[in-house]
């Protein structure tokens, strides 16, 4: 891929994760904070533990679509981006237009959601 549009994908990329370490942040805040309420009612406690459960949930997405991020970085560094991770094939264009961090080419990310790869 040209270096041009590899630096494009890599500020898209980096923008990225800004916004999930934001995010990350914020989800650890709203968690402490949810603790720090002090109630003591039995609906405001269930109320509680759903919140926690809630953000517990989102942050763990987010945490693993940063992960992607940072390997999608990596890639950029290496000179592999843009590169199926599986079959070393060049993932389309369109693909990486809407997910700059894809790891697979579709043919493959097919593969893998069928649970193939
Ligand atoms: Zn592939």
Redesign the pocket.
């Known amino acids: 891929m040209d270096k041009k549009k590899v630096e494009m994908y890599r500020k898209r990329l980096l923008e990225k994760q800004e916004e999930l370490l934001r995010l990350l942040s914020k989800t650890d805040h709203d968690g402490r904070e949810a603790d720090d309420e002090g109630t003591q009612d039995i609906a405001d406690k269930a109320a509680n533990a759903y919140t926690k459960e809630f953000l517990f949930h989102q942050s763990d997405d987010h945490r693993r679509m940063l992960q992607l991020v940072n390997e999608a970085l990596e890639r950029t560094r290496n000179g592999s981006y843009g590169l199926?991770v599986?079959?070393n094939?060049e993932v389309q264009v369109k693909r990486l237009d809407a997910v700059p961090w894809a790891r697979?080419?579709i043919?493959?990310q097919e593969k893998q959601d069928q649970g193939l790869l």
């Open positions: 199926c599986a079959c094939q697979h080419c043919e493959c």
